[in-house]
């Protein structure tokens, strides 16, 4: 949003005209007793308290309690029907809400406080709360719950992603005010995340929108949410608190800023350090030096020589927005060793480093030392400087790191060694990473078996994985011991070698060391063969699993039933499948399709969608995977009709699906449909699925389509140069590689780029031309290419001196070959390599080339 739509909404905040009072009225007044200074602020103060609170002029009699909640927040109530009977239809908004969280049981809910939680009412919303559990079991029964979810998931890493997915889609289909109804009664815990992620929501829609109704709509529905918290006795954690003052602090809006501030510290006393954090990185938003330097000023020391920690965080936000004078300053009168929080002397430390205080660094390194600080903690700062550093190749960073550590006569602890061995991964440098490793054992220090696995982790991702046996190798010789994920990561690494023997090899070094082989290891293996197409092989694995007694799982047979080329294997191992009792998932049913597909059983493949159960949320991706085999096979009209069938559900569409649709245009009239496909799609997706469409307008001789694919390209690539000659890249690429090559396309394109957008065509392009006309033999064409180099300032260079000579060659003119020839440089060997294959190509005479033009004309 702009600077002056920032002004705006701030006016608009300020000003906000006040509605009709509410029956909460009174507990919102007692709720403002805190001055404010500028009489529009209060205005906007009673406004957000009262928003909305006259939306809906029609009362719910039949949940008095939930409306009283609703009208507390200034929020609209949900007027559902409260009949719960078995025949009664559920109204659309209880329909929306089954779909997300798939509950039918009807129970009641606890009331408002103003009948003291002792009158109850039925829950319109038909979902179970836990009071319906008596109080003293609940306790029991969450711990039941969290067994039960341990079993199914990795719910430490995995539950606040699936928890804010849940909170958005609910937040999507229901809005924010009915959401916080949906999940307002659960438990506490649930309860503050819930609310975080509405919060989070709510900011990024102000973010999103320029409408200033818009945003203000939303930083009012943001400050009932605070409200709310406040009377359901949470505290406001920094969690909560501050995306919203990172919003007001980007929008520079001062006056709302210190009104959220003074809210959040009635809501939680402690916050009031952090608080300070906050308000000098507003103070630096906008440029406020007069400020800046008054809270500069109060960061002293007390009679003990100690800082509070409003004054660290003080510092801490000068030290994260880098300000170099304001820093130096504060330094002259403050002794950082006396900073309480590591953390805090850390990213002092990393301001150090970016700001290339070298001298200031050091010389705080020795007083640490000297005051007594622990040598881990020393170490760790020196990290934090070291890699803080811009512009610093890793190489070098980990030799400032050792030169520091020897000026201090300092061995580098453990943690900060794995510090910078992460520091190295996460930027690929898995070589560098290895070295510390060794060098770490080599000063007597153990490396943990994380350090391992992360730079196993990032020798695949940049696909390393010849590195694995030096990694076992460092493993074996230092008597580290590896964990599972380590064996993991290394069977992966040599399967995708081909390796297989060496994969077994590691399985049997697990049992050694009393770790047991998962399936999922097994199942690598087998996909590893089936990629090498070795049937007998990916067979065989079944037989190693079985005298190891680990159990296939739905992994295990989506791979070979994926796999299978004959209906009788398809129909054996979905038998046995079923005879293991593994349960059906989304896997398995995509396998039946790609298998039933690949032979052809195309009805089969459809009947698979029909006759299993699947849940609403994977239905859309596994008819997806349905139109993509059909697609593949050549079935595209069936594909499209289900396509159909996906869109008209108003179910999600997997970009793979739309991609594959393109991808196998096989007309001119394909071409036209598949473009609304487009619509589908969003950001790298449509871009992607643009330019595929824009190859195949230029296969089909379309340059209409060609031309306007192309201005939609630029528009979304925002005229990025790099990418958009990446783009004409690809298309003049495959021009040339054409066969027979139609090098007027190739012209009208280039004519088109330069005449209606303004273009000069890049040199690459004009190379993949200038080829298309050397199969073509034209050597009128390859002319006209030459002088497209000169006229749009681009210098003759080896390629295309060599391009040319082979277009005069492949024409026949043998004369302008040997004068273009004579000013060519030969001294690189490749050159005269390619000079000579030109001439051995081109042996025929001129009246023999000249003949077959004629025969062919």
């Not at 449509?686 to 390209?713: G, P, T």
Request: hydrophobic content about 40%.
């Amino acid at each position: 949003m702009s600077a002056s739509k920032a002004k705006n909404l701030s006016s608009l905040l300020r000003n906000f005209v006040k509605t009709k009072p509410s029956s909460s009225s009174s507990s919102a007044a007692a709720a403002t007793q805190r001055p404010v200074s500028d009489p529009p602020l209060k205005k906007f103060v009673s406004a957000i308290r009262t928003a909305k609170s006259t939306k809906s002029s029609k009362p719910n009699t039949t949940s008095s309690s939930t409306s009283k909640h609703a009208a507390d927040l200034g929020l609209p109530t949900l007027e559902l029907e409260t009949d719960s009977s078995p025949g009664k239809p559920r109204t659309q908004l209880s329909e929306d809400i089954y779909s997300i969280l798939c509950v039918e049981t009807s129970v009641s809910s606890p009331d408002s406080e103003e009948t003291n939680n002792d009158s109850i009412v039925e829950n319109v919303l038909e979902i179970p709360w836990f009071s319906t559990l008596n109080h003293n079991n609940i306790s029991a029964h969450r711990k039941e719950v969290l067994r039960e979810r341990k079993q199914k998931w990795i719910f430490k890493r995995t539950q606040g992603s699936r928890f804010n997915k849940l909170v958005q889609m609910c937040a999507s289909k229901l809005g924010t005010e009915a959401t916080v109804q949906v999940f307002g009664r659960l438990g506490r815990e649930t309860g503050l995340k819930e609310y975080n992620a509405l919060i989070g929501i709510c900011i990024e829609k102000a973010k999103a929108s320029d409408d200033e109704d818009v945003a203000l709509e939303q930083i009012c529905k943001a400050f009932q949410l605070f409200n709310y918290m406040k009377e359901q006795g949470f505290e406001l954690e920094e969690e909560t608190y501050s995306q919203l003052l990172m919003y007001l602090i980007d929008m520079g809006m001062i006056e709302e800023f210190h009104f959220f501030s003074n809210t959040i510290r009635d809501g939680n006393p402690h916050s009031v350090p952090r608080l300070g954090y906050y308000e000098m990185l507003l103070w630096i938003g906008v440029n406020d030096e007069q400020k800046i330097w008054e809270l500069c000023n109060s960061i002293a020391a007390n009679d003990e020589g100690d800082y509070s920690n409003l004054q660290e965080n003080y510092l801490l936000a000068l030290c994260e927005t880098d300000r170099k004078n304001d820093l130096l300053k504060v330094l002259e009168t403050i002794d950082i060793t006396k900073i309480s929080s590591p953390n805090h002397v850390a990213s002092i430390f990393k301001s150090f480093g970016r700001l290339l205080l070298e001298s200031s660094a050091e010389k705080y390194f020795s007083a640490f030392k000297v005051t007594g600080h622990g040598a881990e903690d020393v170490s760790t700062f020196i990290f934090s400087y070291a890699s803080s550093i811009p512009n610093l190749a890793v190489e070098d960073i980990v030799l400032k790191f050792k030169d520091l550590h020897s000026k201090l006569e300092m061995t580098p602890s453990s943690a900060s060694y794995e510090k910078l061995i992460a520091f190295s991964c996460d930027l690929r440098k898995v070589h560098v990473a290895l070295d510390m490793i060794d060098q770490m054992c080599e000063a007597g220090l153990t490396p943990s078996i994380n350090a391992l696995n992360s730079i196993l982790h990032a020798s695949e991702e940049i696909h390393e994985f010849n590195l694995v046996w030096r990694i076992y190798s460092l493993i074996n010789h230092h008597k580290l011991k590896p964990n599972s994920e380590t064996f993991r990561s290394m069977i992966s690494s040599s399967v995708k070698l081909k390796d297989f023997e060496g994969a077994y090899n590691l399985l049997d070094d697990m049992k050694k060391m009393n770790l047991m082989p998962t399936v999922a290891m097994y199942n690598t293996i087998m996909a590893g063969y089936f990629r090498k197409k070795d049937i007998q092989s990916a067979l065989m694995v079944l037989k190693k699993m079985e005298l190891a007694d680990v159990k296939p799982d739905s992994q295990t047979f989506s791979c070979l039933i994926y796999n299978c080329d004959k209906e009788e294997d398809i129909i054996k191992y979905n038998e046995e499948l079923k005879c293991a009792g593994v349960q059906v998932t989304k896997h398995v049913l995509m396998a039946l399709i790609n298998a039933y597909a690949t032979c052809g059983e195309f009805e089969k493949a459809k009947q698979v969608v029909l006759d299993k159960g699947m849940s609403i949320k994977n239905s859309s991706e596994i008819k997806g995977t349905l139109v993509t085999a059909l697609t593949s096979h050549g079935q595209i009209s069936d594909a499209f009709s289900i396509f159909e069938e996906i869109k008209e559900a108003g179910c999600d569409i997997e970009p793979k699906v739309v991609i594959s649709l393109i991808d196998h245009i096989r007309s001119e009239e394909e071409l036209s449909g598949l473009i609304q496909l487009l619509e589908e799609l969003h950001d790298d997706y449509w871009i992607e699925a643009c330019c595929r469409l824009f190859l195949h307008s230029i296969r089909y001789k379309n340059l209409s389509v060609a031309i306007d694919l192309f201005r939609q390209l630029k528009d979304e690539l925002h005229d990025d140069e790099l990418a958009i000659e990446g783009v004409l890249h690809e298309v003049f690429a495959q021009i040339a590689e054409t066969e027979p090559p139609d090098v007027q396309i190739g012209l009208d394109l280039l004519q088109a780029i330069k005449d209606k957008f303004g273009l000069s065509p890049p040199r690459r392009c004009l190379d993949f031309l200038l080829s298309a006309c050397i199969n073509a033999k034209s050597l009128k064409n390859s002319l006209l290419i030459w002088i497209a180099y000169e006229n749009a300032g681009l210098p003759y260079d080896m390629l295309s001196y060599l391009l040319m000579y082979q277009a005069f060659l492949a024409s026949g003119d043998r004369q302008s070959a040997r004068r273009l020839l004579s000013t060519i440089p030969k001294d690189d060997p490749h050159v005269r390599y390619i000079i000579q294959a030109c001439k051995e190509t081109y042996k025929s005479t001129p009246r023999k080339i000249k003949l077959e033009k004629k025969q062919k004309d």
